[in-house]
């Protein structure tokens, strides 16, 4: 398996240039501007200063980096490259755009589910993949749309659009691949742009759960057991006179056995294990009973498993309200 010189060299070129067009952040205006100096005069590119504010600071950067794109410019197929990447930069952040689409949706979609479900477990997971696999085949889509000469979408100028279907055909003769490049820099754009979701993190999600049950969050804190300081219970609390202690983990594996160890030491009235339960086993359960701790698993591993609901003192998470709690 051998790359070729010339076309490792183009597909190089296209990629630097890309990337620091990403860096310079052209505006709309700025880059129309240079796309029809370009036209109207190739051998003047050094004149693309005059679009650039060079009284700022930010305008010195972008000139900076645009005259380090010059520089490299060194024959007629050098300039097409940056013609055809500064056409698909101008695009990039539409593509972005449809690419979080569905993580949106996805978000929206987690106001309606359990915050210690499964279903909304896999969600948060999922969200972040599944906003870069639609990035990824949403430019494979457009990149296709290329190659056949159609129409990506209504609001791209058709003309404007056939140029990028000519630029990226002569290219492609030369060896460029534009799709694989263009994914380097476009993971990158995907990956700073994902959103943050609280939901992620496991104990935000039960906390979330607390508050949605009537406790006040100025009222739960986190601290270590004052008799096992080697403990940490995620949540702390105290409803009725009786003292509460939560410890939150996803899944328990050998964890648990610290949480049993507390409870025989520990004055705290009530511990409670929150966990999505998916590796927790009859006997596993069992055991964290025998101690005196309270279990709280996802409903679908709740309703799946029929020695869970068999256990005294083992409960569903919508199981999990402000009576539940004052009743334990």
């Given amino acids: 398996m051998e790359i070729n010189n010339s076309k490792f060299d183009i597909n190089l070129k296209f990629y630097f240039f890309m990337k620091y067009l990403v860096k310079i952040n052209f505006s709309n205006i700025q880059i129309i501007n240079i796309l029809s100096h370009i036209s109207k005069d190739e051998n003047s590119l050094y004149e693309l200063k005059q679009y650039i504010k060079l009284n700022t600071k930010n305008g010195i950067n972008q000139w900076n980096y645009l005259e380090q794109i ?3 410019i060194r024959d007629a197929t050098d300039l097409h490259v940056f013609i055809f990447a500064l056409k ?7 593509l972005l755009e449809l690419a979080k689409i569905k993580q949106i949706s996805n978000i929206e979609l ?3 589910l359990d915050p ?3 279903e909304y477990d896999k969600i948060t997971i999922y969200n972040p993949y599944s906003t870069r696999v639609n990035g990824a085949l949403l430019a494979l889509t457009f990149f296709n749309h290329i190659d056949n ?8 100028d058709k003309e404007y659009f056939l140029t990028i279907c000519r630029l990226s055909q002569e290219l492609r003769k030369h060896g460029l691949e534009p799709n694989q ?3 380097l820099i476009f993971n990158e754009s995907i990956n700073q742009s994902i959103i943050s979701n609280s939901g992620n993190n496991y104990e935000d999600r039960i906390l979330q759960k607390l508050k949605s049950i009537g406790l006040n969050r100025e009222q739960i804190d986190k601290k270590h057991d004052e008799n096992d300081s080697s403990t940490e219970f995620d949540f702390f609390f105290n409803l009725n006179g009786k003292s509460y202690g939560i410890g939150a983990k996803r899944t328990l594996r050998e964890r648990y056995k610290q949480f049993i160890k507390t409870s025989q030491m520990s004055n705290i009235d ?6 999505l339960g998916l590796d927790l086993g009859e006997e596993k359960a069992k055991a964290i009973r025998n101690y005196g701790v309270y279990l709280i698993v996802a409903d679908e591993i709740y309703s799946q498993n029929k020695y869970l609901q068999s256990i005294d003192g083992v409960f569903s998470s919508s199981q999990l309200t402000l009576d539940l709690l004052k009743s334990l």
């Fill in 70 to 72: 010059i520089y490299e």
């Fill in 88 to 94: 698909i930069y101008s695009i990039k952040d539409f």
């Fill in 110 to 112: 987690l106001s309606k």
């Fill in 116 to 118: 210690l479900s499964l």
């Fill in 149 to 156: 000469n159609q129409f990506f979408h209504n609001n791209i």
């Fill in 181 to 183: 490049i263009f994914m």
């Fill in 270 to 275: 009530v511990m409670i294990e929150i966990t």
